[in-house]
């Protein structure tokens, strides 16, 4: 019997080798322009952040002035509404001081009025002959009110 060597590296897995390639100069261009437009599309995201940020504190403080103006407005007008119902309180006073009776007492005698007497009140009634009575056609309407007045003028 003859031996035979078995060569038994064949069966073992082998380790792939790396081969180093010529770099592709389209592929590096391509890889250059999308991250030129990719730092620019960062770039102008954080621009539109930025402005939208800036935006909103603006409109924040524009709105705290504003309620601090309509506040300061709410104010005066109170304020004002207060002197204004003192001074309505005091008229009022002023009024009725004016018109009490001793003070009209006061004025009538002081400009030559006189309380009015017994005997200077005169009564008249009115005779029953001297009143006109209107008829109470009111509960007709126009159509039968015309035609009873063409009626009145056949009969």
């Known amino acids: 019997m003859a031996q035979q060597a078995y060569d038994l590296s ?3 897995e082998k380790k792939p080798s790396v081969v180093a ?3 592709n100069k389209k592929a590096i ?3 250059k322009r999308q991250h030129r437009v990719q730092s620019t599309l960062n ?3 954080t621009i539109v952040s930025a402005a939208a940020v800036l ?3 603006l409109l924040m403080i524009f709105a705290r002035v504003r309620i601090t103006e309509l506040n300061n407005a709410i104010e005066t007008a109170q304020e004002e ?3 204004l119902q003192s001074e309505n309180v005091r008229l009022k006073g002023e009024i009725a001081e004016a018109a009490s009776p001793d003070k009209v007492d006061a004025y009538a005698k002081e400009h030559g009025m006189v309380k009015i007497e017994p005997n200077q009140i005169h009564y008249f009634s009115v005779d029953s002959a001297d009143r006109a009575e209107i008829p109470d056609d009111a509960n007709g309407n126009f159509f039968s009110t015309l035609w009873n007045g063409i009626v009145s003028l056949f009969s």
Do not use: G, N, S, Y
């Open 55 to 57: 935006t909103v504190v």
């Open 81 to 83: 509404m207060q002197i």
């Open 43 to 45: 770039m102008l995201a």
């Open 29 to 31: 261009r391509a890889d």
């Open 10 to 12: 064949m069966f073992e």
């Open 21 to 23: 390639l010529k770099p």
